[in-house]
């Protein structure tokens, strides 16, 4: 089968032809019918998260189980999203109730088939999506309705459950209560999605990039703000002078984290979303930690069970109830993902998403 692969450190990603394995006793065999390209891929490529190589990019998807192997309860021909970090429900974290939090899910590559010239594979967080088929333990499948547009239903496993989750589950974000998100890809959009549904007010959108404005609107803010010099002093405009209540940082850098602290108002929160790189160090003084009384946590998946809150957002996304269009910059093929990075590298559009025949 076909799939996109890297082979190093820094090298351009393309199409190979490579081997998988037969599903094993609690595995399936998924036809991938579509896969998001998220900046996680981007962080695979450059080695920020130290994976190894030859490596099969992606980790967001959907598709159609194609073949059972022994012990497993799906059916061939299920519908399913694909869940890059399945909670093995017997860890200290599973059992005090966060899976997210998973020991199991510490690996940012897992060895999985081989090239078409016999080397040994890796696969993007046990998943490798961006792939025409994919091996995965049943528990990494996570079923849903048929019927749902699959660019959209791949965003439920990664971008959508993460923005939702850190809105939900890990600020709790009330109505009425400000909101500022720094970063508008696919993630920033997702968390203003669900500000909006939570129903937050005002719902500021901040990016470097004005072209990212419409998205951004689109997606739920009620406002839209450069990232530069004067943001502080906008957001204050908005929000009585204080700052937001709760400030969203979706890009994973020590100075987009900083704005989001400057933003936000005493005893409010952040919650930093974006995955950034261990160099990349914060400093905050000692003092106004202390005197702002401000929180900032970070928001790993979404502080989500996907097992329970996957089916939750397929089935409003079934029933009209969620709208994830304005998170789906375009879809491409797989001999077009390649430049689909390169684009979402320039910060172009939200989520690129590349889609599959049936």
Same mark, same amino acid.
């Given at each position: 089968?076909?799939?996109? /692969?890297? !082979?190093? +450190? ?19 065999? $998924? ?44 059916? $061939?021909?299920?519908? $399913? ?41 890796? &696969? ?10 994919v091996v995965v333990p ?5 079923? &849903? ?20 989750g850190a809105v939900r ?48 609107? @689109? ?16 957001? !204050? ?6 700052? /937001? ?12 984290? !900083? ?12 919650? $930093? ?18 005197? =702002?009384? +401000?929180?900032?946590?970070? =928001? /790993? ?12 957002? @397929? ?17 491409? =093929? ?5 430049? @689909? ?8 559009g939200a989520r690129w ?6």
């Amino acid at each position: 089968m076909r799939a996109l /692969v890297v !082979r190093g +450190r820094g090298a351009a990603p393309a199409v190979e032809e490579v081997r998988l394995p037969a599903p094993g006793p609690g595995e399936l065999r $998924v036809r991938i019918r579509a896969a998001g390209i998220c900046h996680s891929d981007l962080a695979m490529v450059d080695g920020t998260l130290a994976p190894a190589y030859p490596l099969v990019l992606g980790h967001e998807a959907t598709g159609v189980v194609a073949e059972a192997g022994p012990g497993t309860r799906l059916a $061939v021909g299920t519908p $399913v999203v694909l869940n890059w970090a399945p909670a093995c429900r017997d860890c200290w974290h599973c059992r005090h109730g966060e899976p997210w939090l998973c020991a199991a899910n510490t690996a940012a590559s897992v060895a999985r088939g081989e090239t078409a010239t016999g080397e040994p594979l890796q &696969v993007t967080l046990g998943l490798g999506a961006l792939a025409e088929e994919v091996v995965v333990p049943e528990r990494a499948a996570v079923p &849903v309705p048929s019927g749902l547009p699959p660019a959209e239903a791949a965003l439920l496993g990664c971008a959508v459950l993460t923005g939702t989750g850190a809105v939900r589950n890990t600020a709790r974000v009330a109505a009425g209560e400000s909101v500022a998100v720094i970063g508008l890809g696919g993630v920033g959009l997702a968390v203003l999605t669900a500000a909006r549904r939570a129903g937050a007010s005002p719902i500021l959108a901040v990016d470097v990039v004005e072209a990212k404005r419409d998205l951004a609107l @689109a997606a739920g803010a009620t406002d839209f703000l450069r990232s530069d010099d004067t943001l502080g002093k906008e957001v !204050r405009a908005r929000t009585g002078g204080r700052g /937001v209540d709760h400030a969203f940082e979706c890009v994973g850098r020590a100075a987009t984290i !900083r704005a989001g602290w400057r933003v936000t108002r005493r005893g409010g929160a952040v919650t $930093v979303v974006g995955m950034g790189g261990k160099d990349d160090l914060l400093s905050l003084s000692a003092l106004d930690i202390f005197h =702002s009384a +401000r929180t900032l946590r970070s =928001s /790993v998946y979404g502080s989500t069970d996907p097992d329970r809150e996957v089916p939750e957002l @397929a089935a409003a996304l079934a029933a009209g109830d969620l709208d994830l269009a304005p998170l789906v910059s375009g879809t491409v =093929s797989l001999a077009e993902a390649p430049a @689909a990075l390169e684009r979402l590298a320039r910060g172009e559009g939200a989520r690129w998403v590349v889609t599959f025949p049936d």
